[in-house]
């Protein structure tokens, strides 16, 4: 079996999930998008940071560097989700039914 590097972080992440009680792959989706908006620093720079509070933080680039790192785990987690991907032939698989 040959496993990429997001193939081996969702396989951690999933043995993870079972040590700590079990979580369904929902709530671990659930939790990385939570983690994904929370490490996201161009978001509360730009929406939730007033200006002067943009001027103290302009010269923190270790600490933006390591969100933005954070972030790009979850997001590449995300993406090997299932629930990330929308098969559109069973969405609207119950109007073609009706026919």
Not at 43 to 67: C, D, I, M, S, T
Not at 69 to 94: G, H, M, P, W
């Amino acid at each position: 079996m040959v496993l990429t590097q997001q193939g081996i972080m969702g396989q951690q992440l999933s043995e993870l999930a079972d040590v700590l009680g079990g979580y369904s792959e929902k709530a671990l989706y659930n939790q990385l998008s939570f983690y994904r908006f929370i490490f996201d620093w161009d978001y509360a720079f730009n929406k939730v940071l007033q200006h002067p509070e943009r001027v103290k933080v302009k010269g923190f680039q270790v600490q933006k560097e390591a969100y933005r790192k954070l972030k790009d785990i979850a997001d590449r987690v995300l993406a090997t989700s299932s629930y990330s991907e929308v098969n559109l032939s069973k969405l609207f698989q119950v109007f073609t039914s009706l026919k």
